[in-house]
DNA sequence: CGCGACGTTGAGTTCGGTCAATCAGCGTGG
DNA sequence: CCACGCTGATTGACCGAACTCAACGTCGCG
């Protein structure tokens, strides 16, 4: 179970771009217990309603957060990259209020809820960081439903790349402008609101119009100012390129 | 400035339907200082980006998120109704990513961030309940994007009404099953995603097939269980009615 | 009394959905 | 090696839910 070091790497990247720990939080959470797991396309790794004792954290692979009509068409309220914990509110909040399901095949960590408590128990700057990990992807959220409620479908899916190329950072690149990014257009739409019909319509839009090439898997960039302005899209409110003395702690000090 | 007193029982109310809070850690959440500010109709009291050093509690009147796109067309994120926090998540991320906009008169209190961070630190419990709040706020989040996104104009807003009229449970009844909920139809247009005038419509074919009337500012439910059909509605995300014993509390105990 | 904000209704338009056919890639088993 | 079947991408024709535009009604208020 406990692996020692299990590539919680990416994990505390993510949680000290936004908030300041100091090195003994750091090392505490890179020992955290952490339990490797392979997860199938399109399999659920967390269901509706289960009540679960751990938290996950993608280590490689997209991860999709889902919601779902009676009619059963399905609405994919957050993707999760390598790094993120799509579940952390689970520590406070146990019952999964929506499925996760890899929308690739991932690999993830499961970290025991005893243990990410007894963590925020001890270093107040770390229960910190958890809350405010978790109130990033409220943002992202909200913004979401700006997207899905108001913008039609080419600015709609020029925000969702947007989006996902600022949260990729340089990490995905290839060199050439271009990152892998496996989703089916059916993901696609179910992330947009849109129909995977229209989906393939638009992405051939702005293909067209030189803006964004996205096939086979690959995402290449054609025209970022362009895209990010038709997209209204501005980086600033994911918050991902903090300054290091733009980092918060309210708690104690470093 | 700290008034004693200063009706944040409503608040209290919120916290602990959810989280178990002792004696001592509610009566200090009782004596927060806090400082009331009436809000007139359409005004601002967060703007976008701005930095604000203390968090904001709905005591009367309706408070709206706003989003907005390049165009100006506007979207609301979240509703807030008295004894919510629409700003708790600031204690941690004190800049705001989108505005907050009293949809009628208001009544808002002003709690600064030192206190609220203080209460936090002498009590874990107390930062718990914080962070779960905040989570209880993105569940309802997230249902948002699958209702704009994936439901129609009938389905969407049958899903708000049932929405808004849980989460004021029995306190607005005025005992003929109906409630005041004055928002223009503009409010509820920039709430589902749909225009004034299909707002309109809506309405009126709720009302025709005895579902909802909802005019001149009250709401009447007229058919509870065809509501929650039709909106798809399942009041267990919203954690409004749990009972004493479910209500969580992760450190320490009582 | 007149103005402004909101609500209501009708007519016509459009964006995105639906349905359906075809194509391309790929792993499997004969 | 190749036929088969499956999943996903692509394209066309048509449809319809929601939008737009515009007029008019209603109510409260200065």
Chains 1, 2 share one sequence.
Request: proline share 4%; aromatic share 6%.
């Amino acid at each position: 179970m406990a692996l020692g070091h299990s590539n919680l790497q990416p994990f505390l990247d993510r949680l000290t771009s936004r908030s300041r720990l100091d090195t003994v939080e750091q090392s505490a959470i890179l020992d955290l217990p952490a339990h490797a797991a392979q997860v199938q396309t399109n399999s659920d790794f967390v269901r509706l309603d289960q009540k679960v004792d751990h938290a996950c954290i993608v280590v490689e692979g997209i991860v999709g957060r889902f919601g779902q009509t009676a009619e059963g068409a399905r609405q994919i309220t957050a993707l999760h990259l390598p790094g993120d914990a799509p579940d952390l509110h689970s520590v406070v909040q146990p019952k999964a209020r929506s499925a996760l399901q890899a929308l690739t095949t991932a690999t993830i960590l499961r970290v025991p809820h005893v243990a990410l408590r007894a963590l925020a128990a001890r270093f107040p700057a770390v229960a910190e960081a958890f809350w405010r990990d978790c109130m990033v992807d409220a943002v992202i959220l909200s913004q979401w439903v700006v997207n899905v409620g108001r913008r039609d479908a080419r600015t709609r899916m020029a925000h969702l790349f947007c989006e996902i190329t600022a949260r990729h950072k340089a990490k995905l690149l290839d060199g050439k402008g271009s990152y892998r990014f496996p989703l089916t257009q059916i993901h696609l739409a179910d992330a947009t609101g849109l129909t995977a019909v229209h989906v393939n319509r638009t992405l051939k839009a702005l293909r067209n119009e030189g803006l964004l090439d996205a096939r086979n898997g690959s995402v290449r960039i054609l025209d970022w100012p362009a895209l990010a302005y038709l997209g209204e899209f501005d980086p600033e409110y994911l918050q991902a390129d903090m300054q290091p003395e733009e980092r918060l702690r309210i708690v104690g000090s470093v």
